[in-house]
Nanobody
């Protein structure tokens, strides 16, 4: 079973940037699409972005297109989420997740395993 550990969150002023990381261990990382989700206080968890097992294909929620970039380094078993021009509404706990199916497309992402999350707080 895979274990996922997120890092890189913190308190940032609006307009700033962050890079979140998610380190995976436990099974073959490079066979699965990986994704990022977020959950704001009082709201449901929502999809943010996904990247294919090879890193060659990505998929984003409309709300984050242009500011968020997902990528992965299979040699390091790590997936990243670069966030630019942070807004207060980006404040949330950010979770990474592994797809339930090997070699799936990021547009068909179905999370199976979750990390514990990393808090991102954006001050205005």
């Amino acid at each position: 079973q895979v274990q996922l550990v997120e890092s890189g969150g913190g308190l940032v002023q609006a307009g700033g940037s962050l890079r979140l990381s998610c380190a995976a261990s436990g099974r073959t990382f490079n066979s699965y699409s990986m994704g990022w989700f977020r959950q704001a206080p009082g709201k449901e968890r929502e999809f943010v972005a996904a990247v294919s097992w090879s890193g060659g294909s990505t998929y984003y929620a409309d709300s984050v297109k242009g500011r968020f970039t997902i990528s992965r380094d299979n040699a390091k078993n790590t997936v990243y989420l670069q966030i630019l021009s942070l807004k207060p509404e980006d404040t949330a706990v950010y979770f990474c997740a592994e797809d339930s199916s090997g070699y799936g497309a990021p547009t068909d992402f179905r999370p199976l395993t979750w990390g514990q999350g990393t808090q991102v707080t954006v001050s205005s």
